[in-house]
């Protein structure tokens, strides 16, 4: 259960770290068939949306994390349904905001 909690706040603080990088608007970490059709005025907009997305999925990685190991630490089993609740929602709402971005800035996903 440890290992699980330090790969899911590993895998948070890398999403958080790379969702800051892209939100300063480089989007040079996305693949190229992203950035295909991007104008150099949208740029800067996609690597926001994109990067406020990957760092809510790594919000959402961390405190799962966070409270998996409290649930772990205090024989708390109650928060092991939140932790799973919280972490399914901030990433399905930062999947949700990073393709809704890459459509309207790239005008396709694929």
Request: overall charge positive; proline content about 1%; aromatic content about 6%.
């Amino acid at each position: 259960m440890i290992l699980g909690v330090v790969i899911s706040i590993s895998c948070g603080v890398l999403c958080i770290v790379l969702g800051a990088i892209n939100a300063t608007g480089n989007i040079s970490l996305l693949h190229s068939y992203h950035r295909n059709n991007v104008s150099e005025e949208d740029k800067k907009s996609l690597g926001i949306c994109v990067g406020i997305g990957m760092i809510i999925i790594g919000i959402s990685l961390l405190i799962y994390g966070v409270l998996m190991l409290i649930s772990e630490l205090f024989a708390l089993p109650f928060l092991i349904s939140i932790a799973l609740g919280i972490m399914l929602v901030g990433i399905a709402v930062g999947l949700v905001i990073t393709l809704i971005a890459i459509k309207k800035y790239n005008k396709t996903i694929f």
